[in-house]
C-alpha cells in the first residue's frame, strides 16, 4: 500500500502488525485514533493502549 497521500505525519506509528500502518514510514493512517487503558491507575507507558488498532489479515 502507498499512503504518502494517506499518512496522517501528526500520528507517529511504529506497530507495522496493524492495518492502519503506513508501511513506508512509521506514521498512521488513521485522521483520528482513540486511546485507552487497561488498568484502573495508569502510571507507566505500557498501561496504554491504542483502542484503533486492527490487526493486518
Known amino acids: 500500500m ?3 497521500n494517506t499518512a496522517n ?3 507517529g506509528c511504529t506497530v507495522e502488525k496493524c ?3 503506513c508501511n513506508e514510514s ?3 493512517t488513521l485522521s ?3 486511546i485507552g487503558t487497561h488498568e484502573t491507575n495508569p502510571t507507566e507507558c505500557q498501561c496504554v493502549d491504542c ?5 493486518k489479515n
Open 2 to 4: 502507498n499512503c504518502n
Open 9 to 11: 505525519h501528526s500520528i
Open 19 to 21: 492495518k492502519f500502518h
Open 26 to 28: 512509521n506514521y498512521c
Open 32 to 34: 483520528k485514533v482513540s
Open 51 to 55: 483502542e484503533s488498532f486492527v490487526a
